[in-house]
């Protein structure tokens, strides 16, 4: 692993297997490709993969941290080491750390309204292509609660509420939590939106991460 080279692919595919374990094995038929990220090959799926972080990080200091001299009593020296190797980091050491390769992936995020402005633009303008059914998983280095989340998903609504091209799923990853919010009701006369969590253990984040590695 030490020739690796960065690219989005690790983080496409831990979002496929996140998918596939809480949502079922239908996700599992996802393909990597382009405009958007993950794809089913019938056309009925299509699921943009980004990231974001919000600004009240010091980016310095607390979210891009190279690996090289790090190291600590309580960190699992086997973790650590997977990490060295790999490049990549995500869903080990409890979000701590990033690895060398996966520096580049964070350095460019964007605030968490700010990308999703971005994304919700481009799927209203048929940027991604004809899919039957448009989902948007976002990568979040920074923890959001409930009430956040619940902000976060009102705010996508309003967003694309008169769009006649929209995300009906948005899914929002945390280390230790995915968020599976249901956006198909916003411009309905309830207007309701509907919102689901699921625990990411740390045995799950060590399996998705060895996984996305291959």
Avoid at 47 to 65: F, N, S, W, Y
């Amino acid at each position: 692993m030490a020739g690796r080279r960065f690219d989005t692919c690790f983080f496409e595919r831990y979002a496929r297997l996140t998918l596939e374990t809480f949502l079922g094995r239908r996700y599992s038929s996802l393909v990597n490709e382009d405009r958007p990220d993950l794809q089913m090959p019938d056309g009925s799926l299509g699921i943009e993969v980004t990231r974001a972080m919000e600004p009240k990080k010091d980016v310095a200091q607390e979210l891009l941290l190279e690996l090289a001299g790090v190291e600590s009593p309580s960190d699992d020296p086997e973790e650590l080491d997977e990490i060295v190797k790999s490049g990549y980091g995500y869903g080990l050491q409890e979000g701590r750390y990033i690895g060398k390769l996966e520096y580049e992936y964070w350095r460019l995020a964007q605030p968490l309204r700010r990308i999703i402005e971005s994304k919700v633009g481009k799927v209203g303008s048929g940027f991604y292509g004809e899919f039957k059914e448009y989902g948007l998983y976002i990568f979040c280095k920074d923890h959001l609660n409930e009430e956040e989340v619940i902000l976060t998903m009102e705010y996508t609504s309003d967003l694309q509420r008169n769009l006649d091209v929209k995300y009906s799923k948005m899914y929002l990853s945390l280390i230790d939590r995915l968020y599976v919010c249901d956006l198909s009701g916003a411009g309905t006369l309830d207007g309701k939106t509907e919102c689901t969590s699921y625990d990411i253990s740390r045995k799950m984040c060590k399996d998705f991460f060895l996984r996305s590695l291959d």
